[in-house]
T-cell receptor, first 114, second 116 residues
Framework: DAKTTQPNSMESNEEEPVHLPCNHS???????IHWYRQLPSQGPEYVIH???SNVNNRMASLAIAEDRKSSTLILHRATLRDAAVYYC???????????????FGQGTILTVHP | GAVVSQHPSRVICKSGTSVKIECRSL??????MFWYRQFPKQSLMLMAT?????????EQGVEKDKFLINHASLTLSTLTVTSAHPEDSSFYIC????????????FGQGTRLTVV
């Protein structure tokens, strides 16, 4: 599986935007970029995903570089509830029974200060 | 979105005993479920892939006789940690694939196992 690289930790203040970077220089043409987050003592939850174009949903935005070798998860206004570990994961949606199997890296620990 | 429920959320057991963890898909049918383990301050590691009606596929280094997985129905997979030891203490998390949803995996809330 293609690998992703994320900073170990980032800090933000409440109500401010947060940009969480992810490098994936060996991404293949069929890899989708997924972001999940894990709040303390909980299972991960889906945040957003994309292939080539930037994506927006109610939780966040995903900005994908033109060459797809990097992406940035954007939380427009951080809240205390956004404090979590954020995982950037590449996922080949070619199907098959391995679909749904995720390879988690170390992720970025986001701390939000009041 | 789809809901995956794990039970129990927390369990303490004595060394040498067995513990069963249940993972249920509440509003969808899951032909495939996945079991992960997470040690403190580490990332999630996939243990096994559970397919309804067939044997589970274990990742390298995971003992299939110690971590018994049963996926007898489309909404339930169980993980039994047999003869548990303190080093098995961990956070166990399941996820399920909804065949009707191509975009995301759905995770349970996790089970904190402590073996004393």
């Amino acid at each position: 599986d293609a690998k992703t690289t994320q900073p170990n930790s980032m800090e933000s203040n409440e109500e401010e935007p947060v940009h969480l970077p992810c490098n994936h220089s060996t991404i293949s043409g069929t890899d989708y970029i997924h972001w999940y987050r894990q709040l303390p003592s909980q299972g991960p939850e889906y945040v957003i995903h994309g292939l080539t174009s930037n994506v927006n949903n109610r939780m966040a935005s995903l900005a994908i570089a033109e060459d797809r070798k990097s992406s940035t998860l954007i939380l427009h206004r951080a809240t205390l509830r956004d404090a979590a570990v954020y995982y950037c994961i590449l996922r080949d949606l070619a199907g098959g029974t391995s679909y749904g199997k995720l390879t988690f890296g170390q992720g970025t620990i986001l701390t939000v200060h009041p | 979105g789809a809901v995956v429920s794990q039970h129990p959320s927390r369990v303490i057991c004595k060394s040498g005993t067995s513990v069963k963890i249940e993972c249920r898909s509440l509003d969808f049918q899951a032909t495939t479920m996945f079991w992960y383990r997470q040690f403190p301050k580490q990332s999630l590691m996939l243990m096994a892939t559970s397919n309804e009606g067939s044997k589970a596929t274990y990742e390298q280094g995971v003992e299939k006789d110690k971590f018994l997985i049963n996926h007898a129905s489309l909404t339930l997979s169980t993980l039994t940690v047999t003869s548990a030891h303190p080093e098995d203490s961990s956070f166990y998390i399941c996820s399920a694939r909804d065949v009707g949803v191509d975009t995301e995996a759905f995770f349970g809330q996790g089970t904190r196992l402590t073996v004393v």
